[in-house]
Nanobody, 123 residues
């Protein structure tokens, strides 16, 4: 059983930056690909980014390409999401998730989810 805990959300002005963290425990971190998703009020959960268990491949949603970067630290069992050039439309609850396979943009491929952290971007 893997437990995930996100942190780093908050309120930021448009054009600013935030770094989200997701600490994993209770499992073998290096065995899981990790993903970030987000969900705005009244909308479906949206894929943001994923990184393969090996760290050798990353995927990004079209709306965040070139602005967000996913990375992982095996020593700290933590995955990060660096978010730059934030826009009001990035406002959402951000979730990290663990996938026992190669990393996917599909929510159903992920076995474990965190509770989420709120990101609010003001215009």
């Amino acid at each position: 059983q893997v437990q995930l805990a996100e942190s780093g959300g908050g309120l930021v002005q448009a054009g600013g930056s935030l770094r989200l963290s997701c600490a994993a425990s209770g499992g073998t971190f290096s065995s899981y690909s990790m993903g970030w998703f987000r969900q705005a009020p009244g909308k479906e959960r949206e894929f943001v980014a994923a990184i393969k268990w090996s760290g050798g491949r990353t995927l990004y949603g079209d709306s965040v390409k070139g602005r967000f970067t996913i990375s992982r630290d095996y020593a700290k069992n933590t995955v990060y999401l660096q978010m730059n050039k934030l826009r009001p439309e990035d406002t959402a609850v951000y979730y990290c998730a663990a996938d026992p396979a190669a990393g996917s943009p599909k929510t159903y491929d992920y076995d474990y989810w965190g509770q989420g952290t709120q990101v609010t971007v003001s215009s």
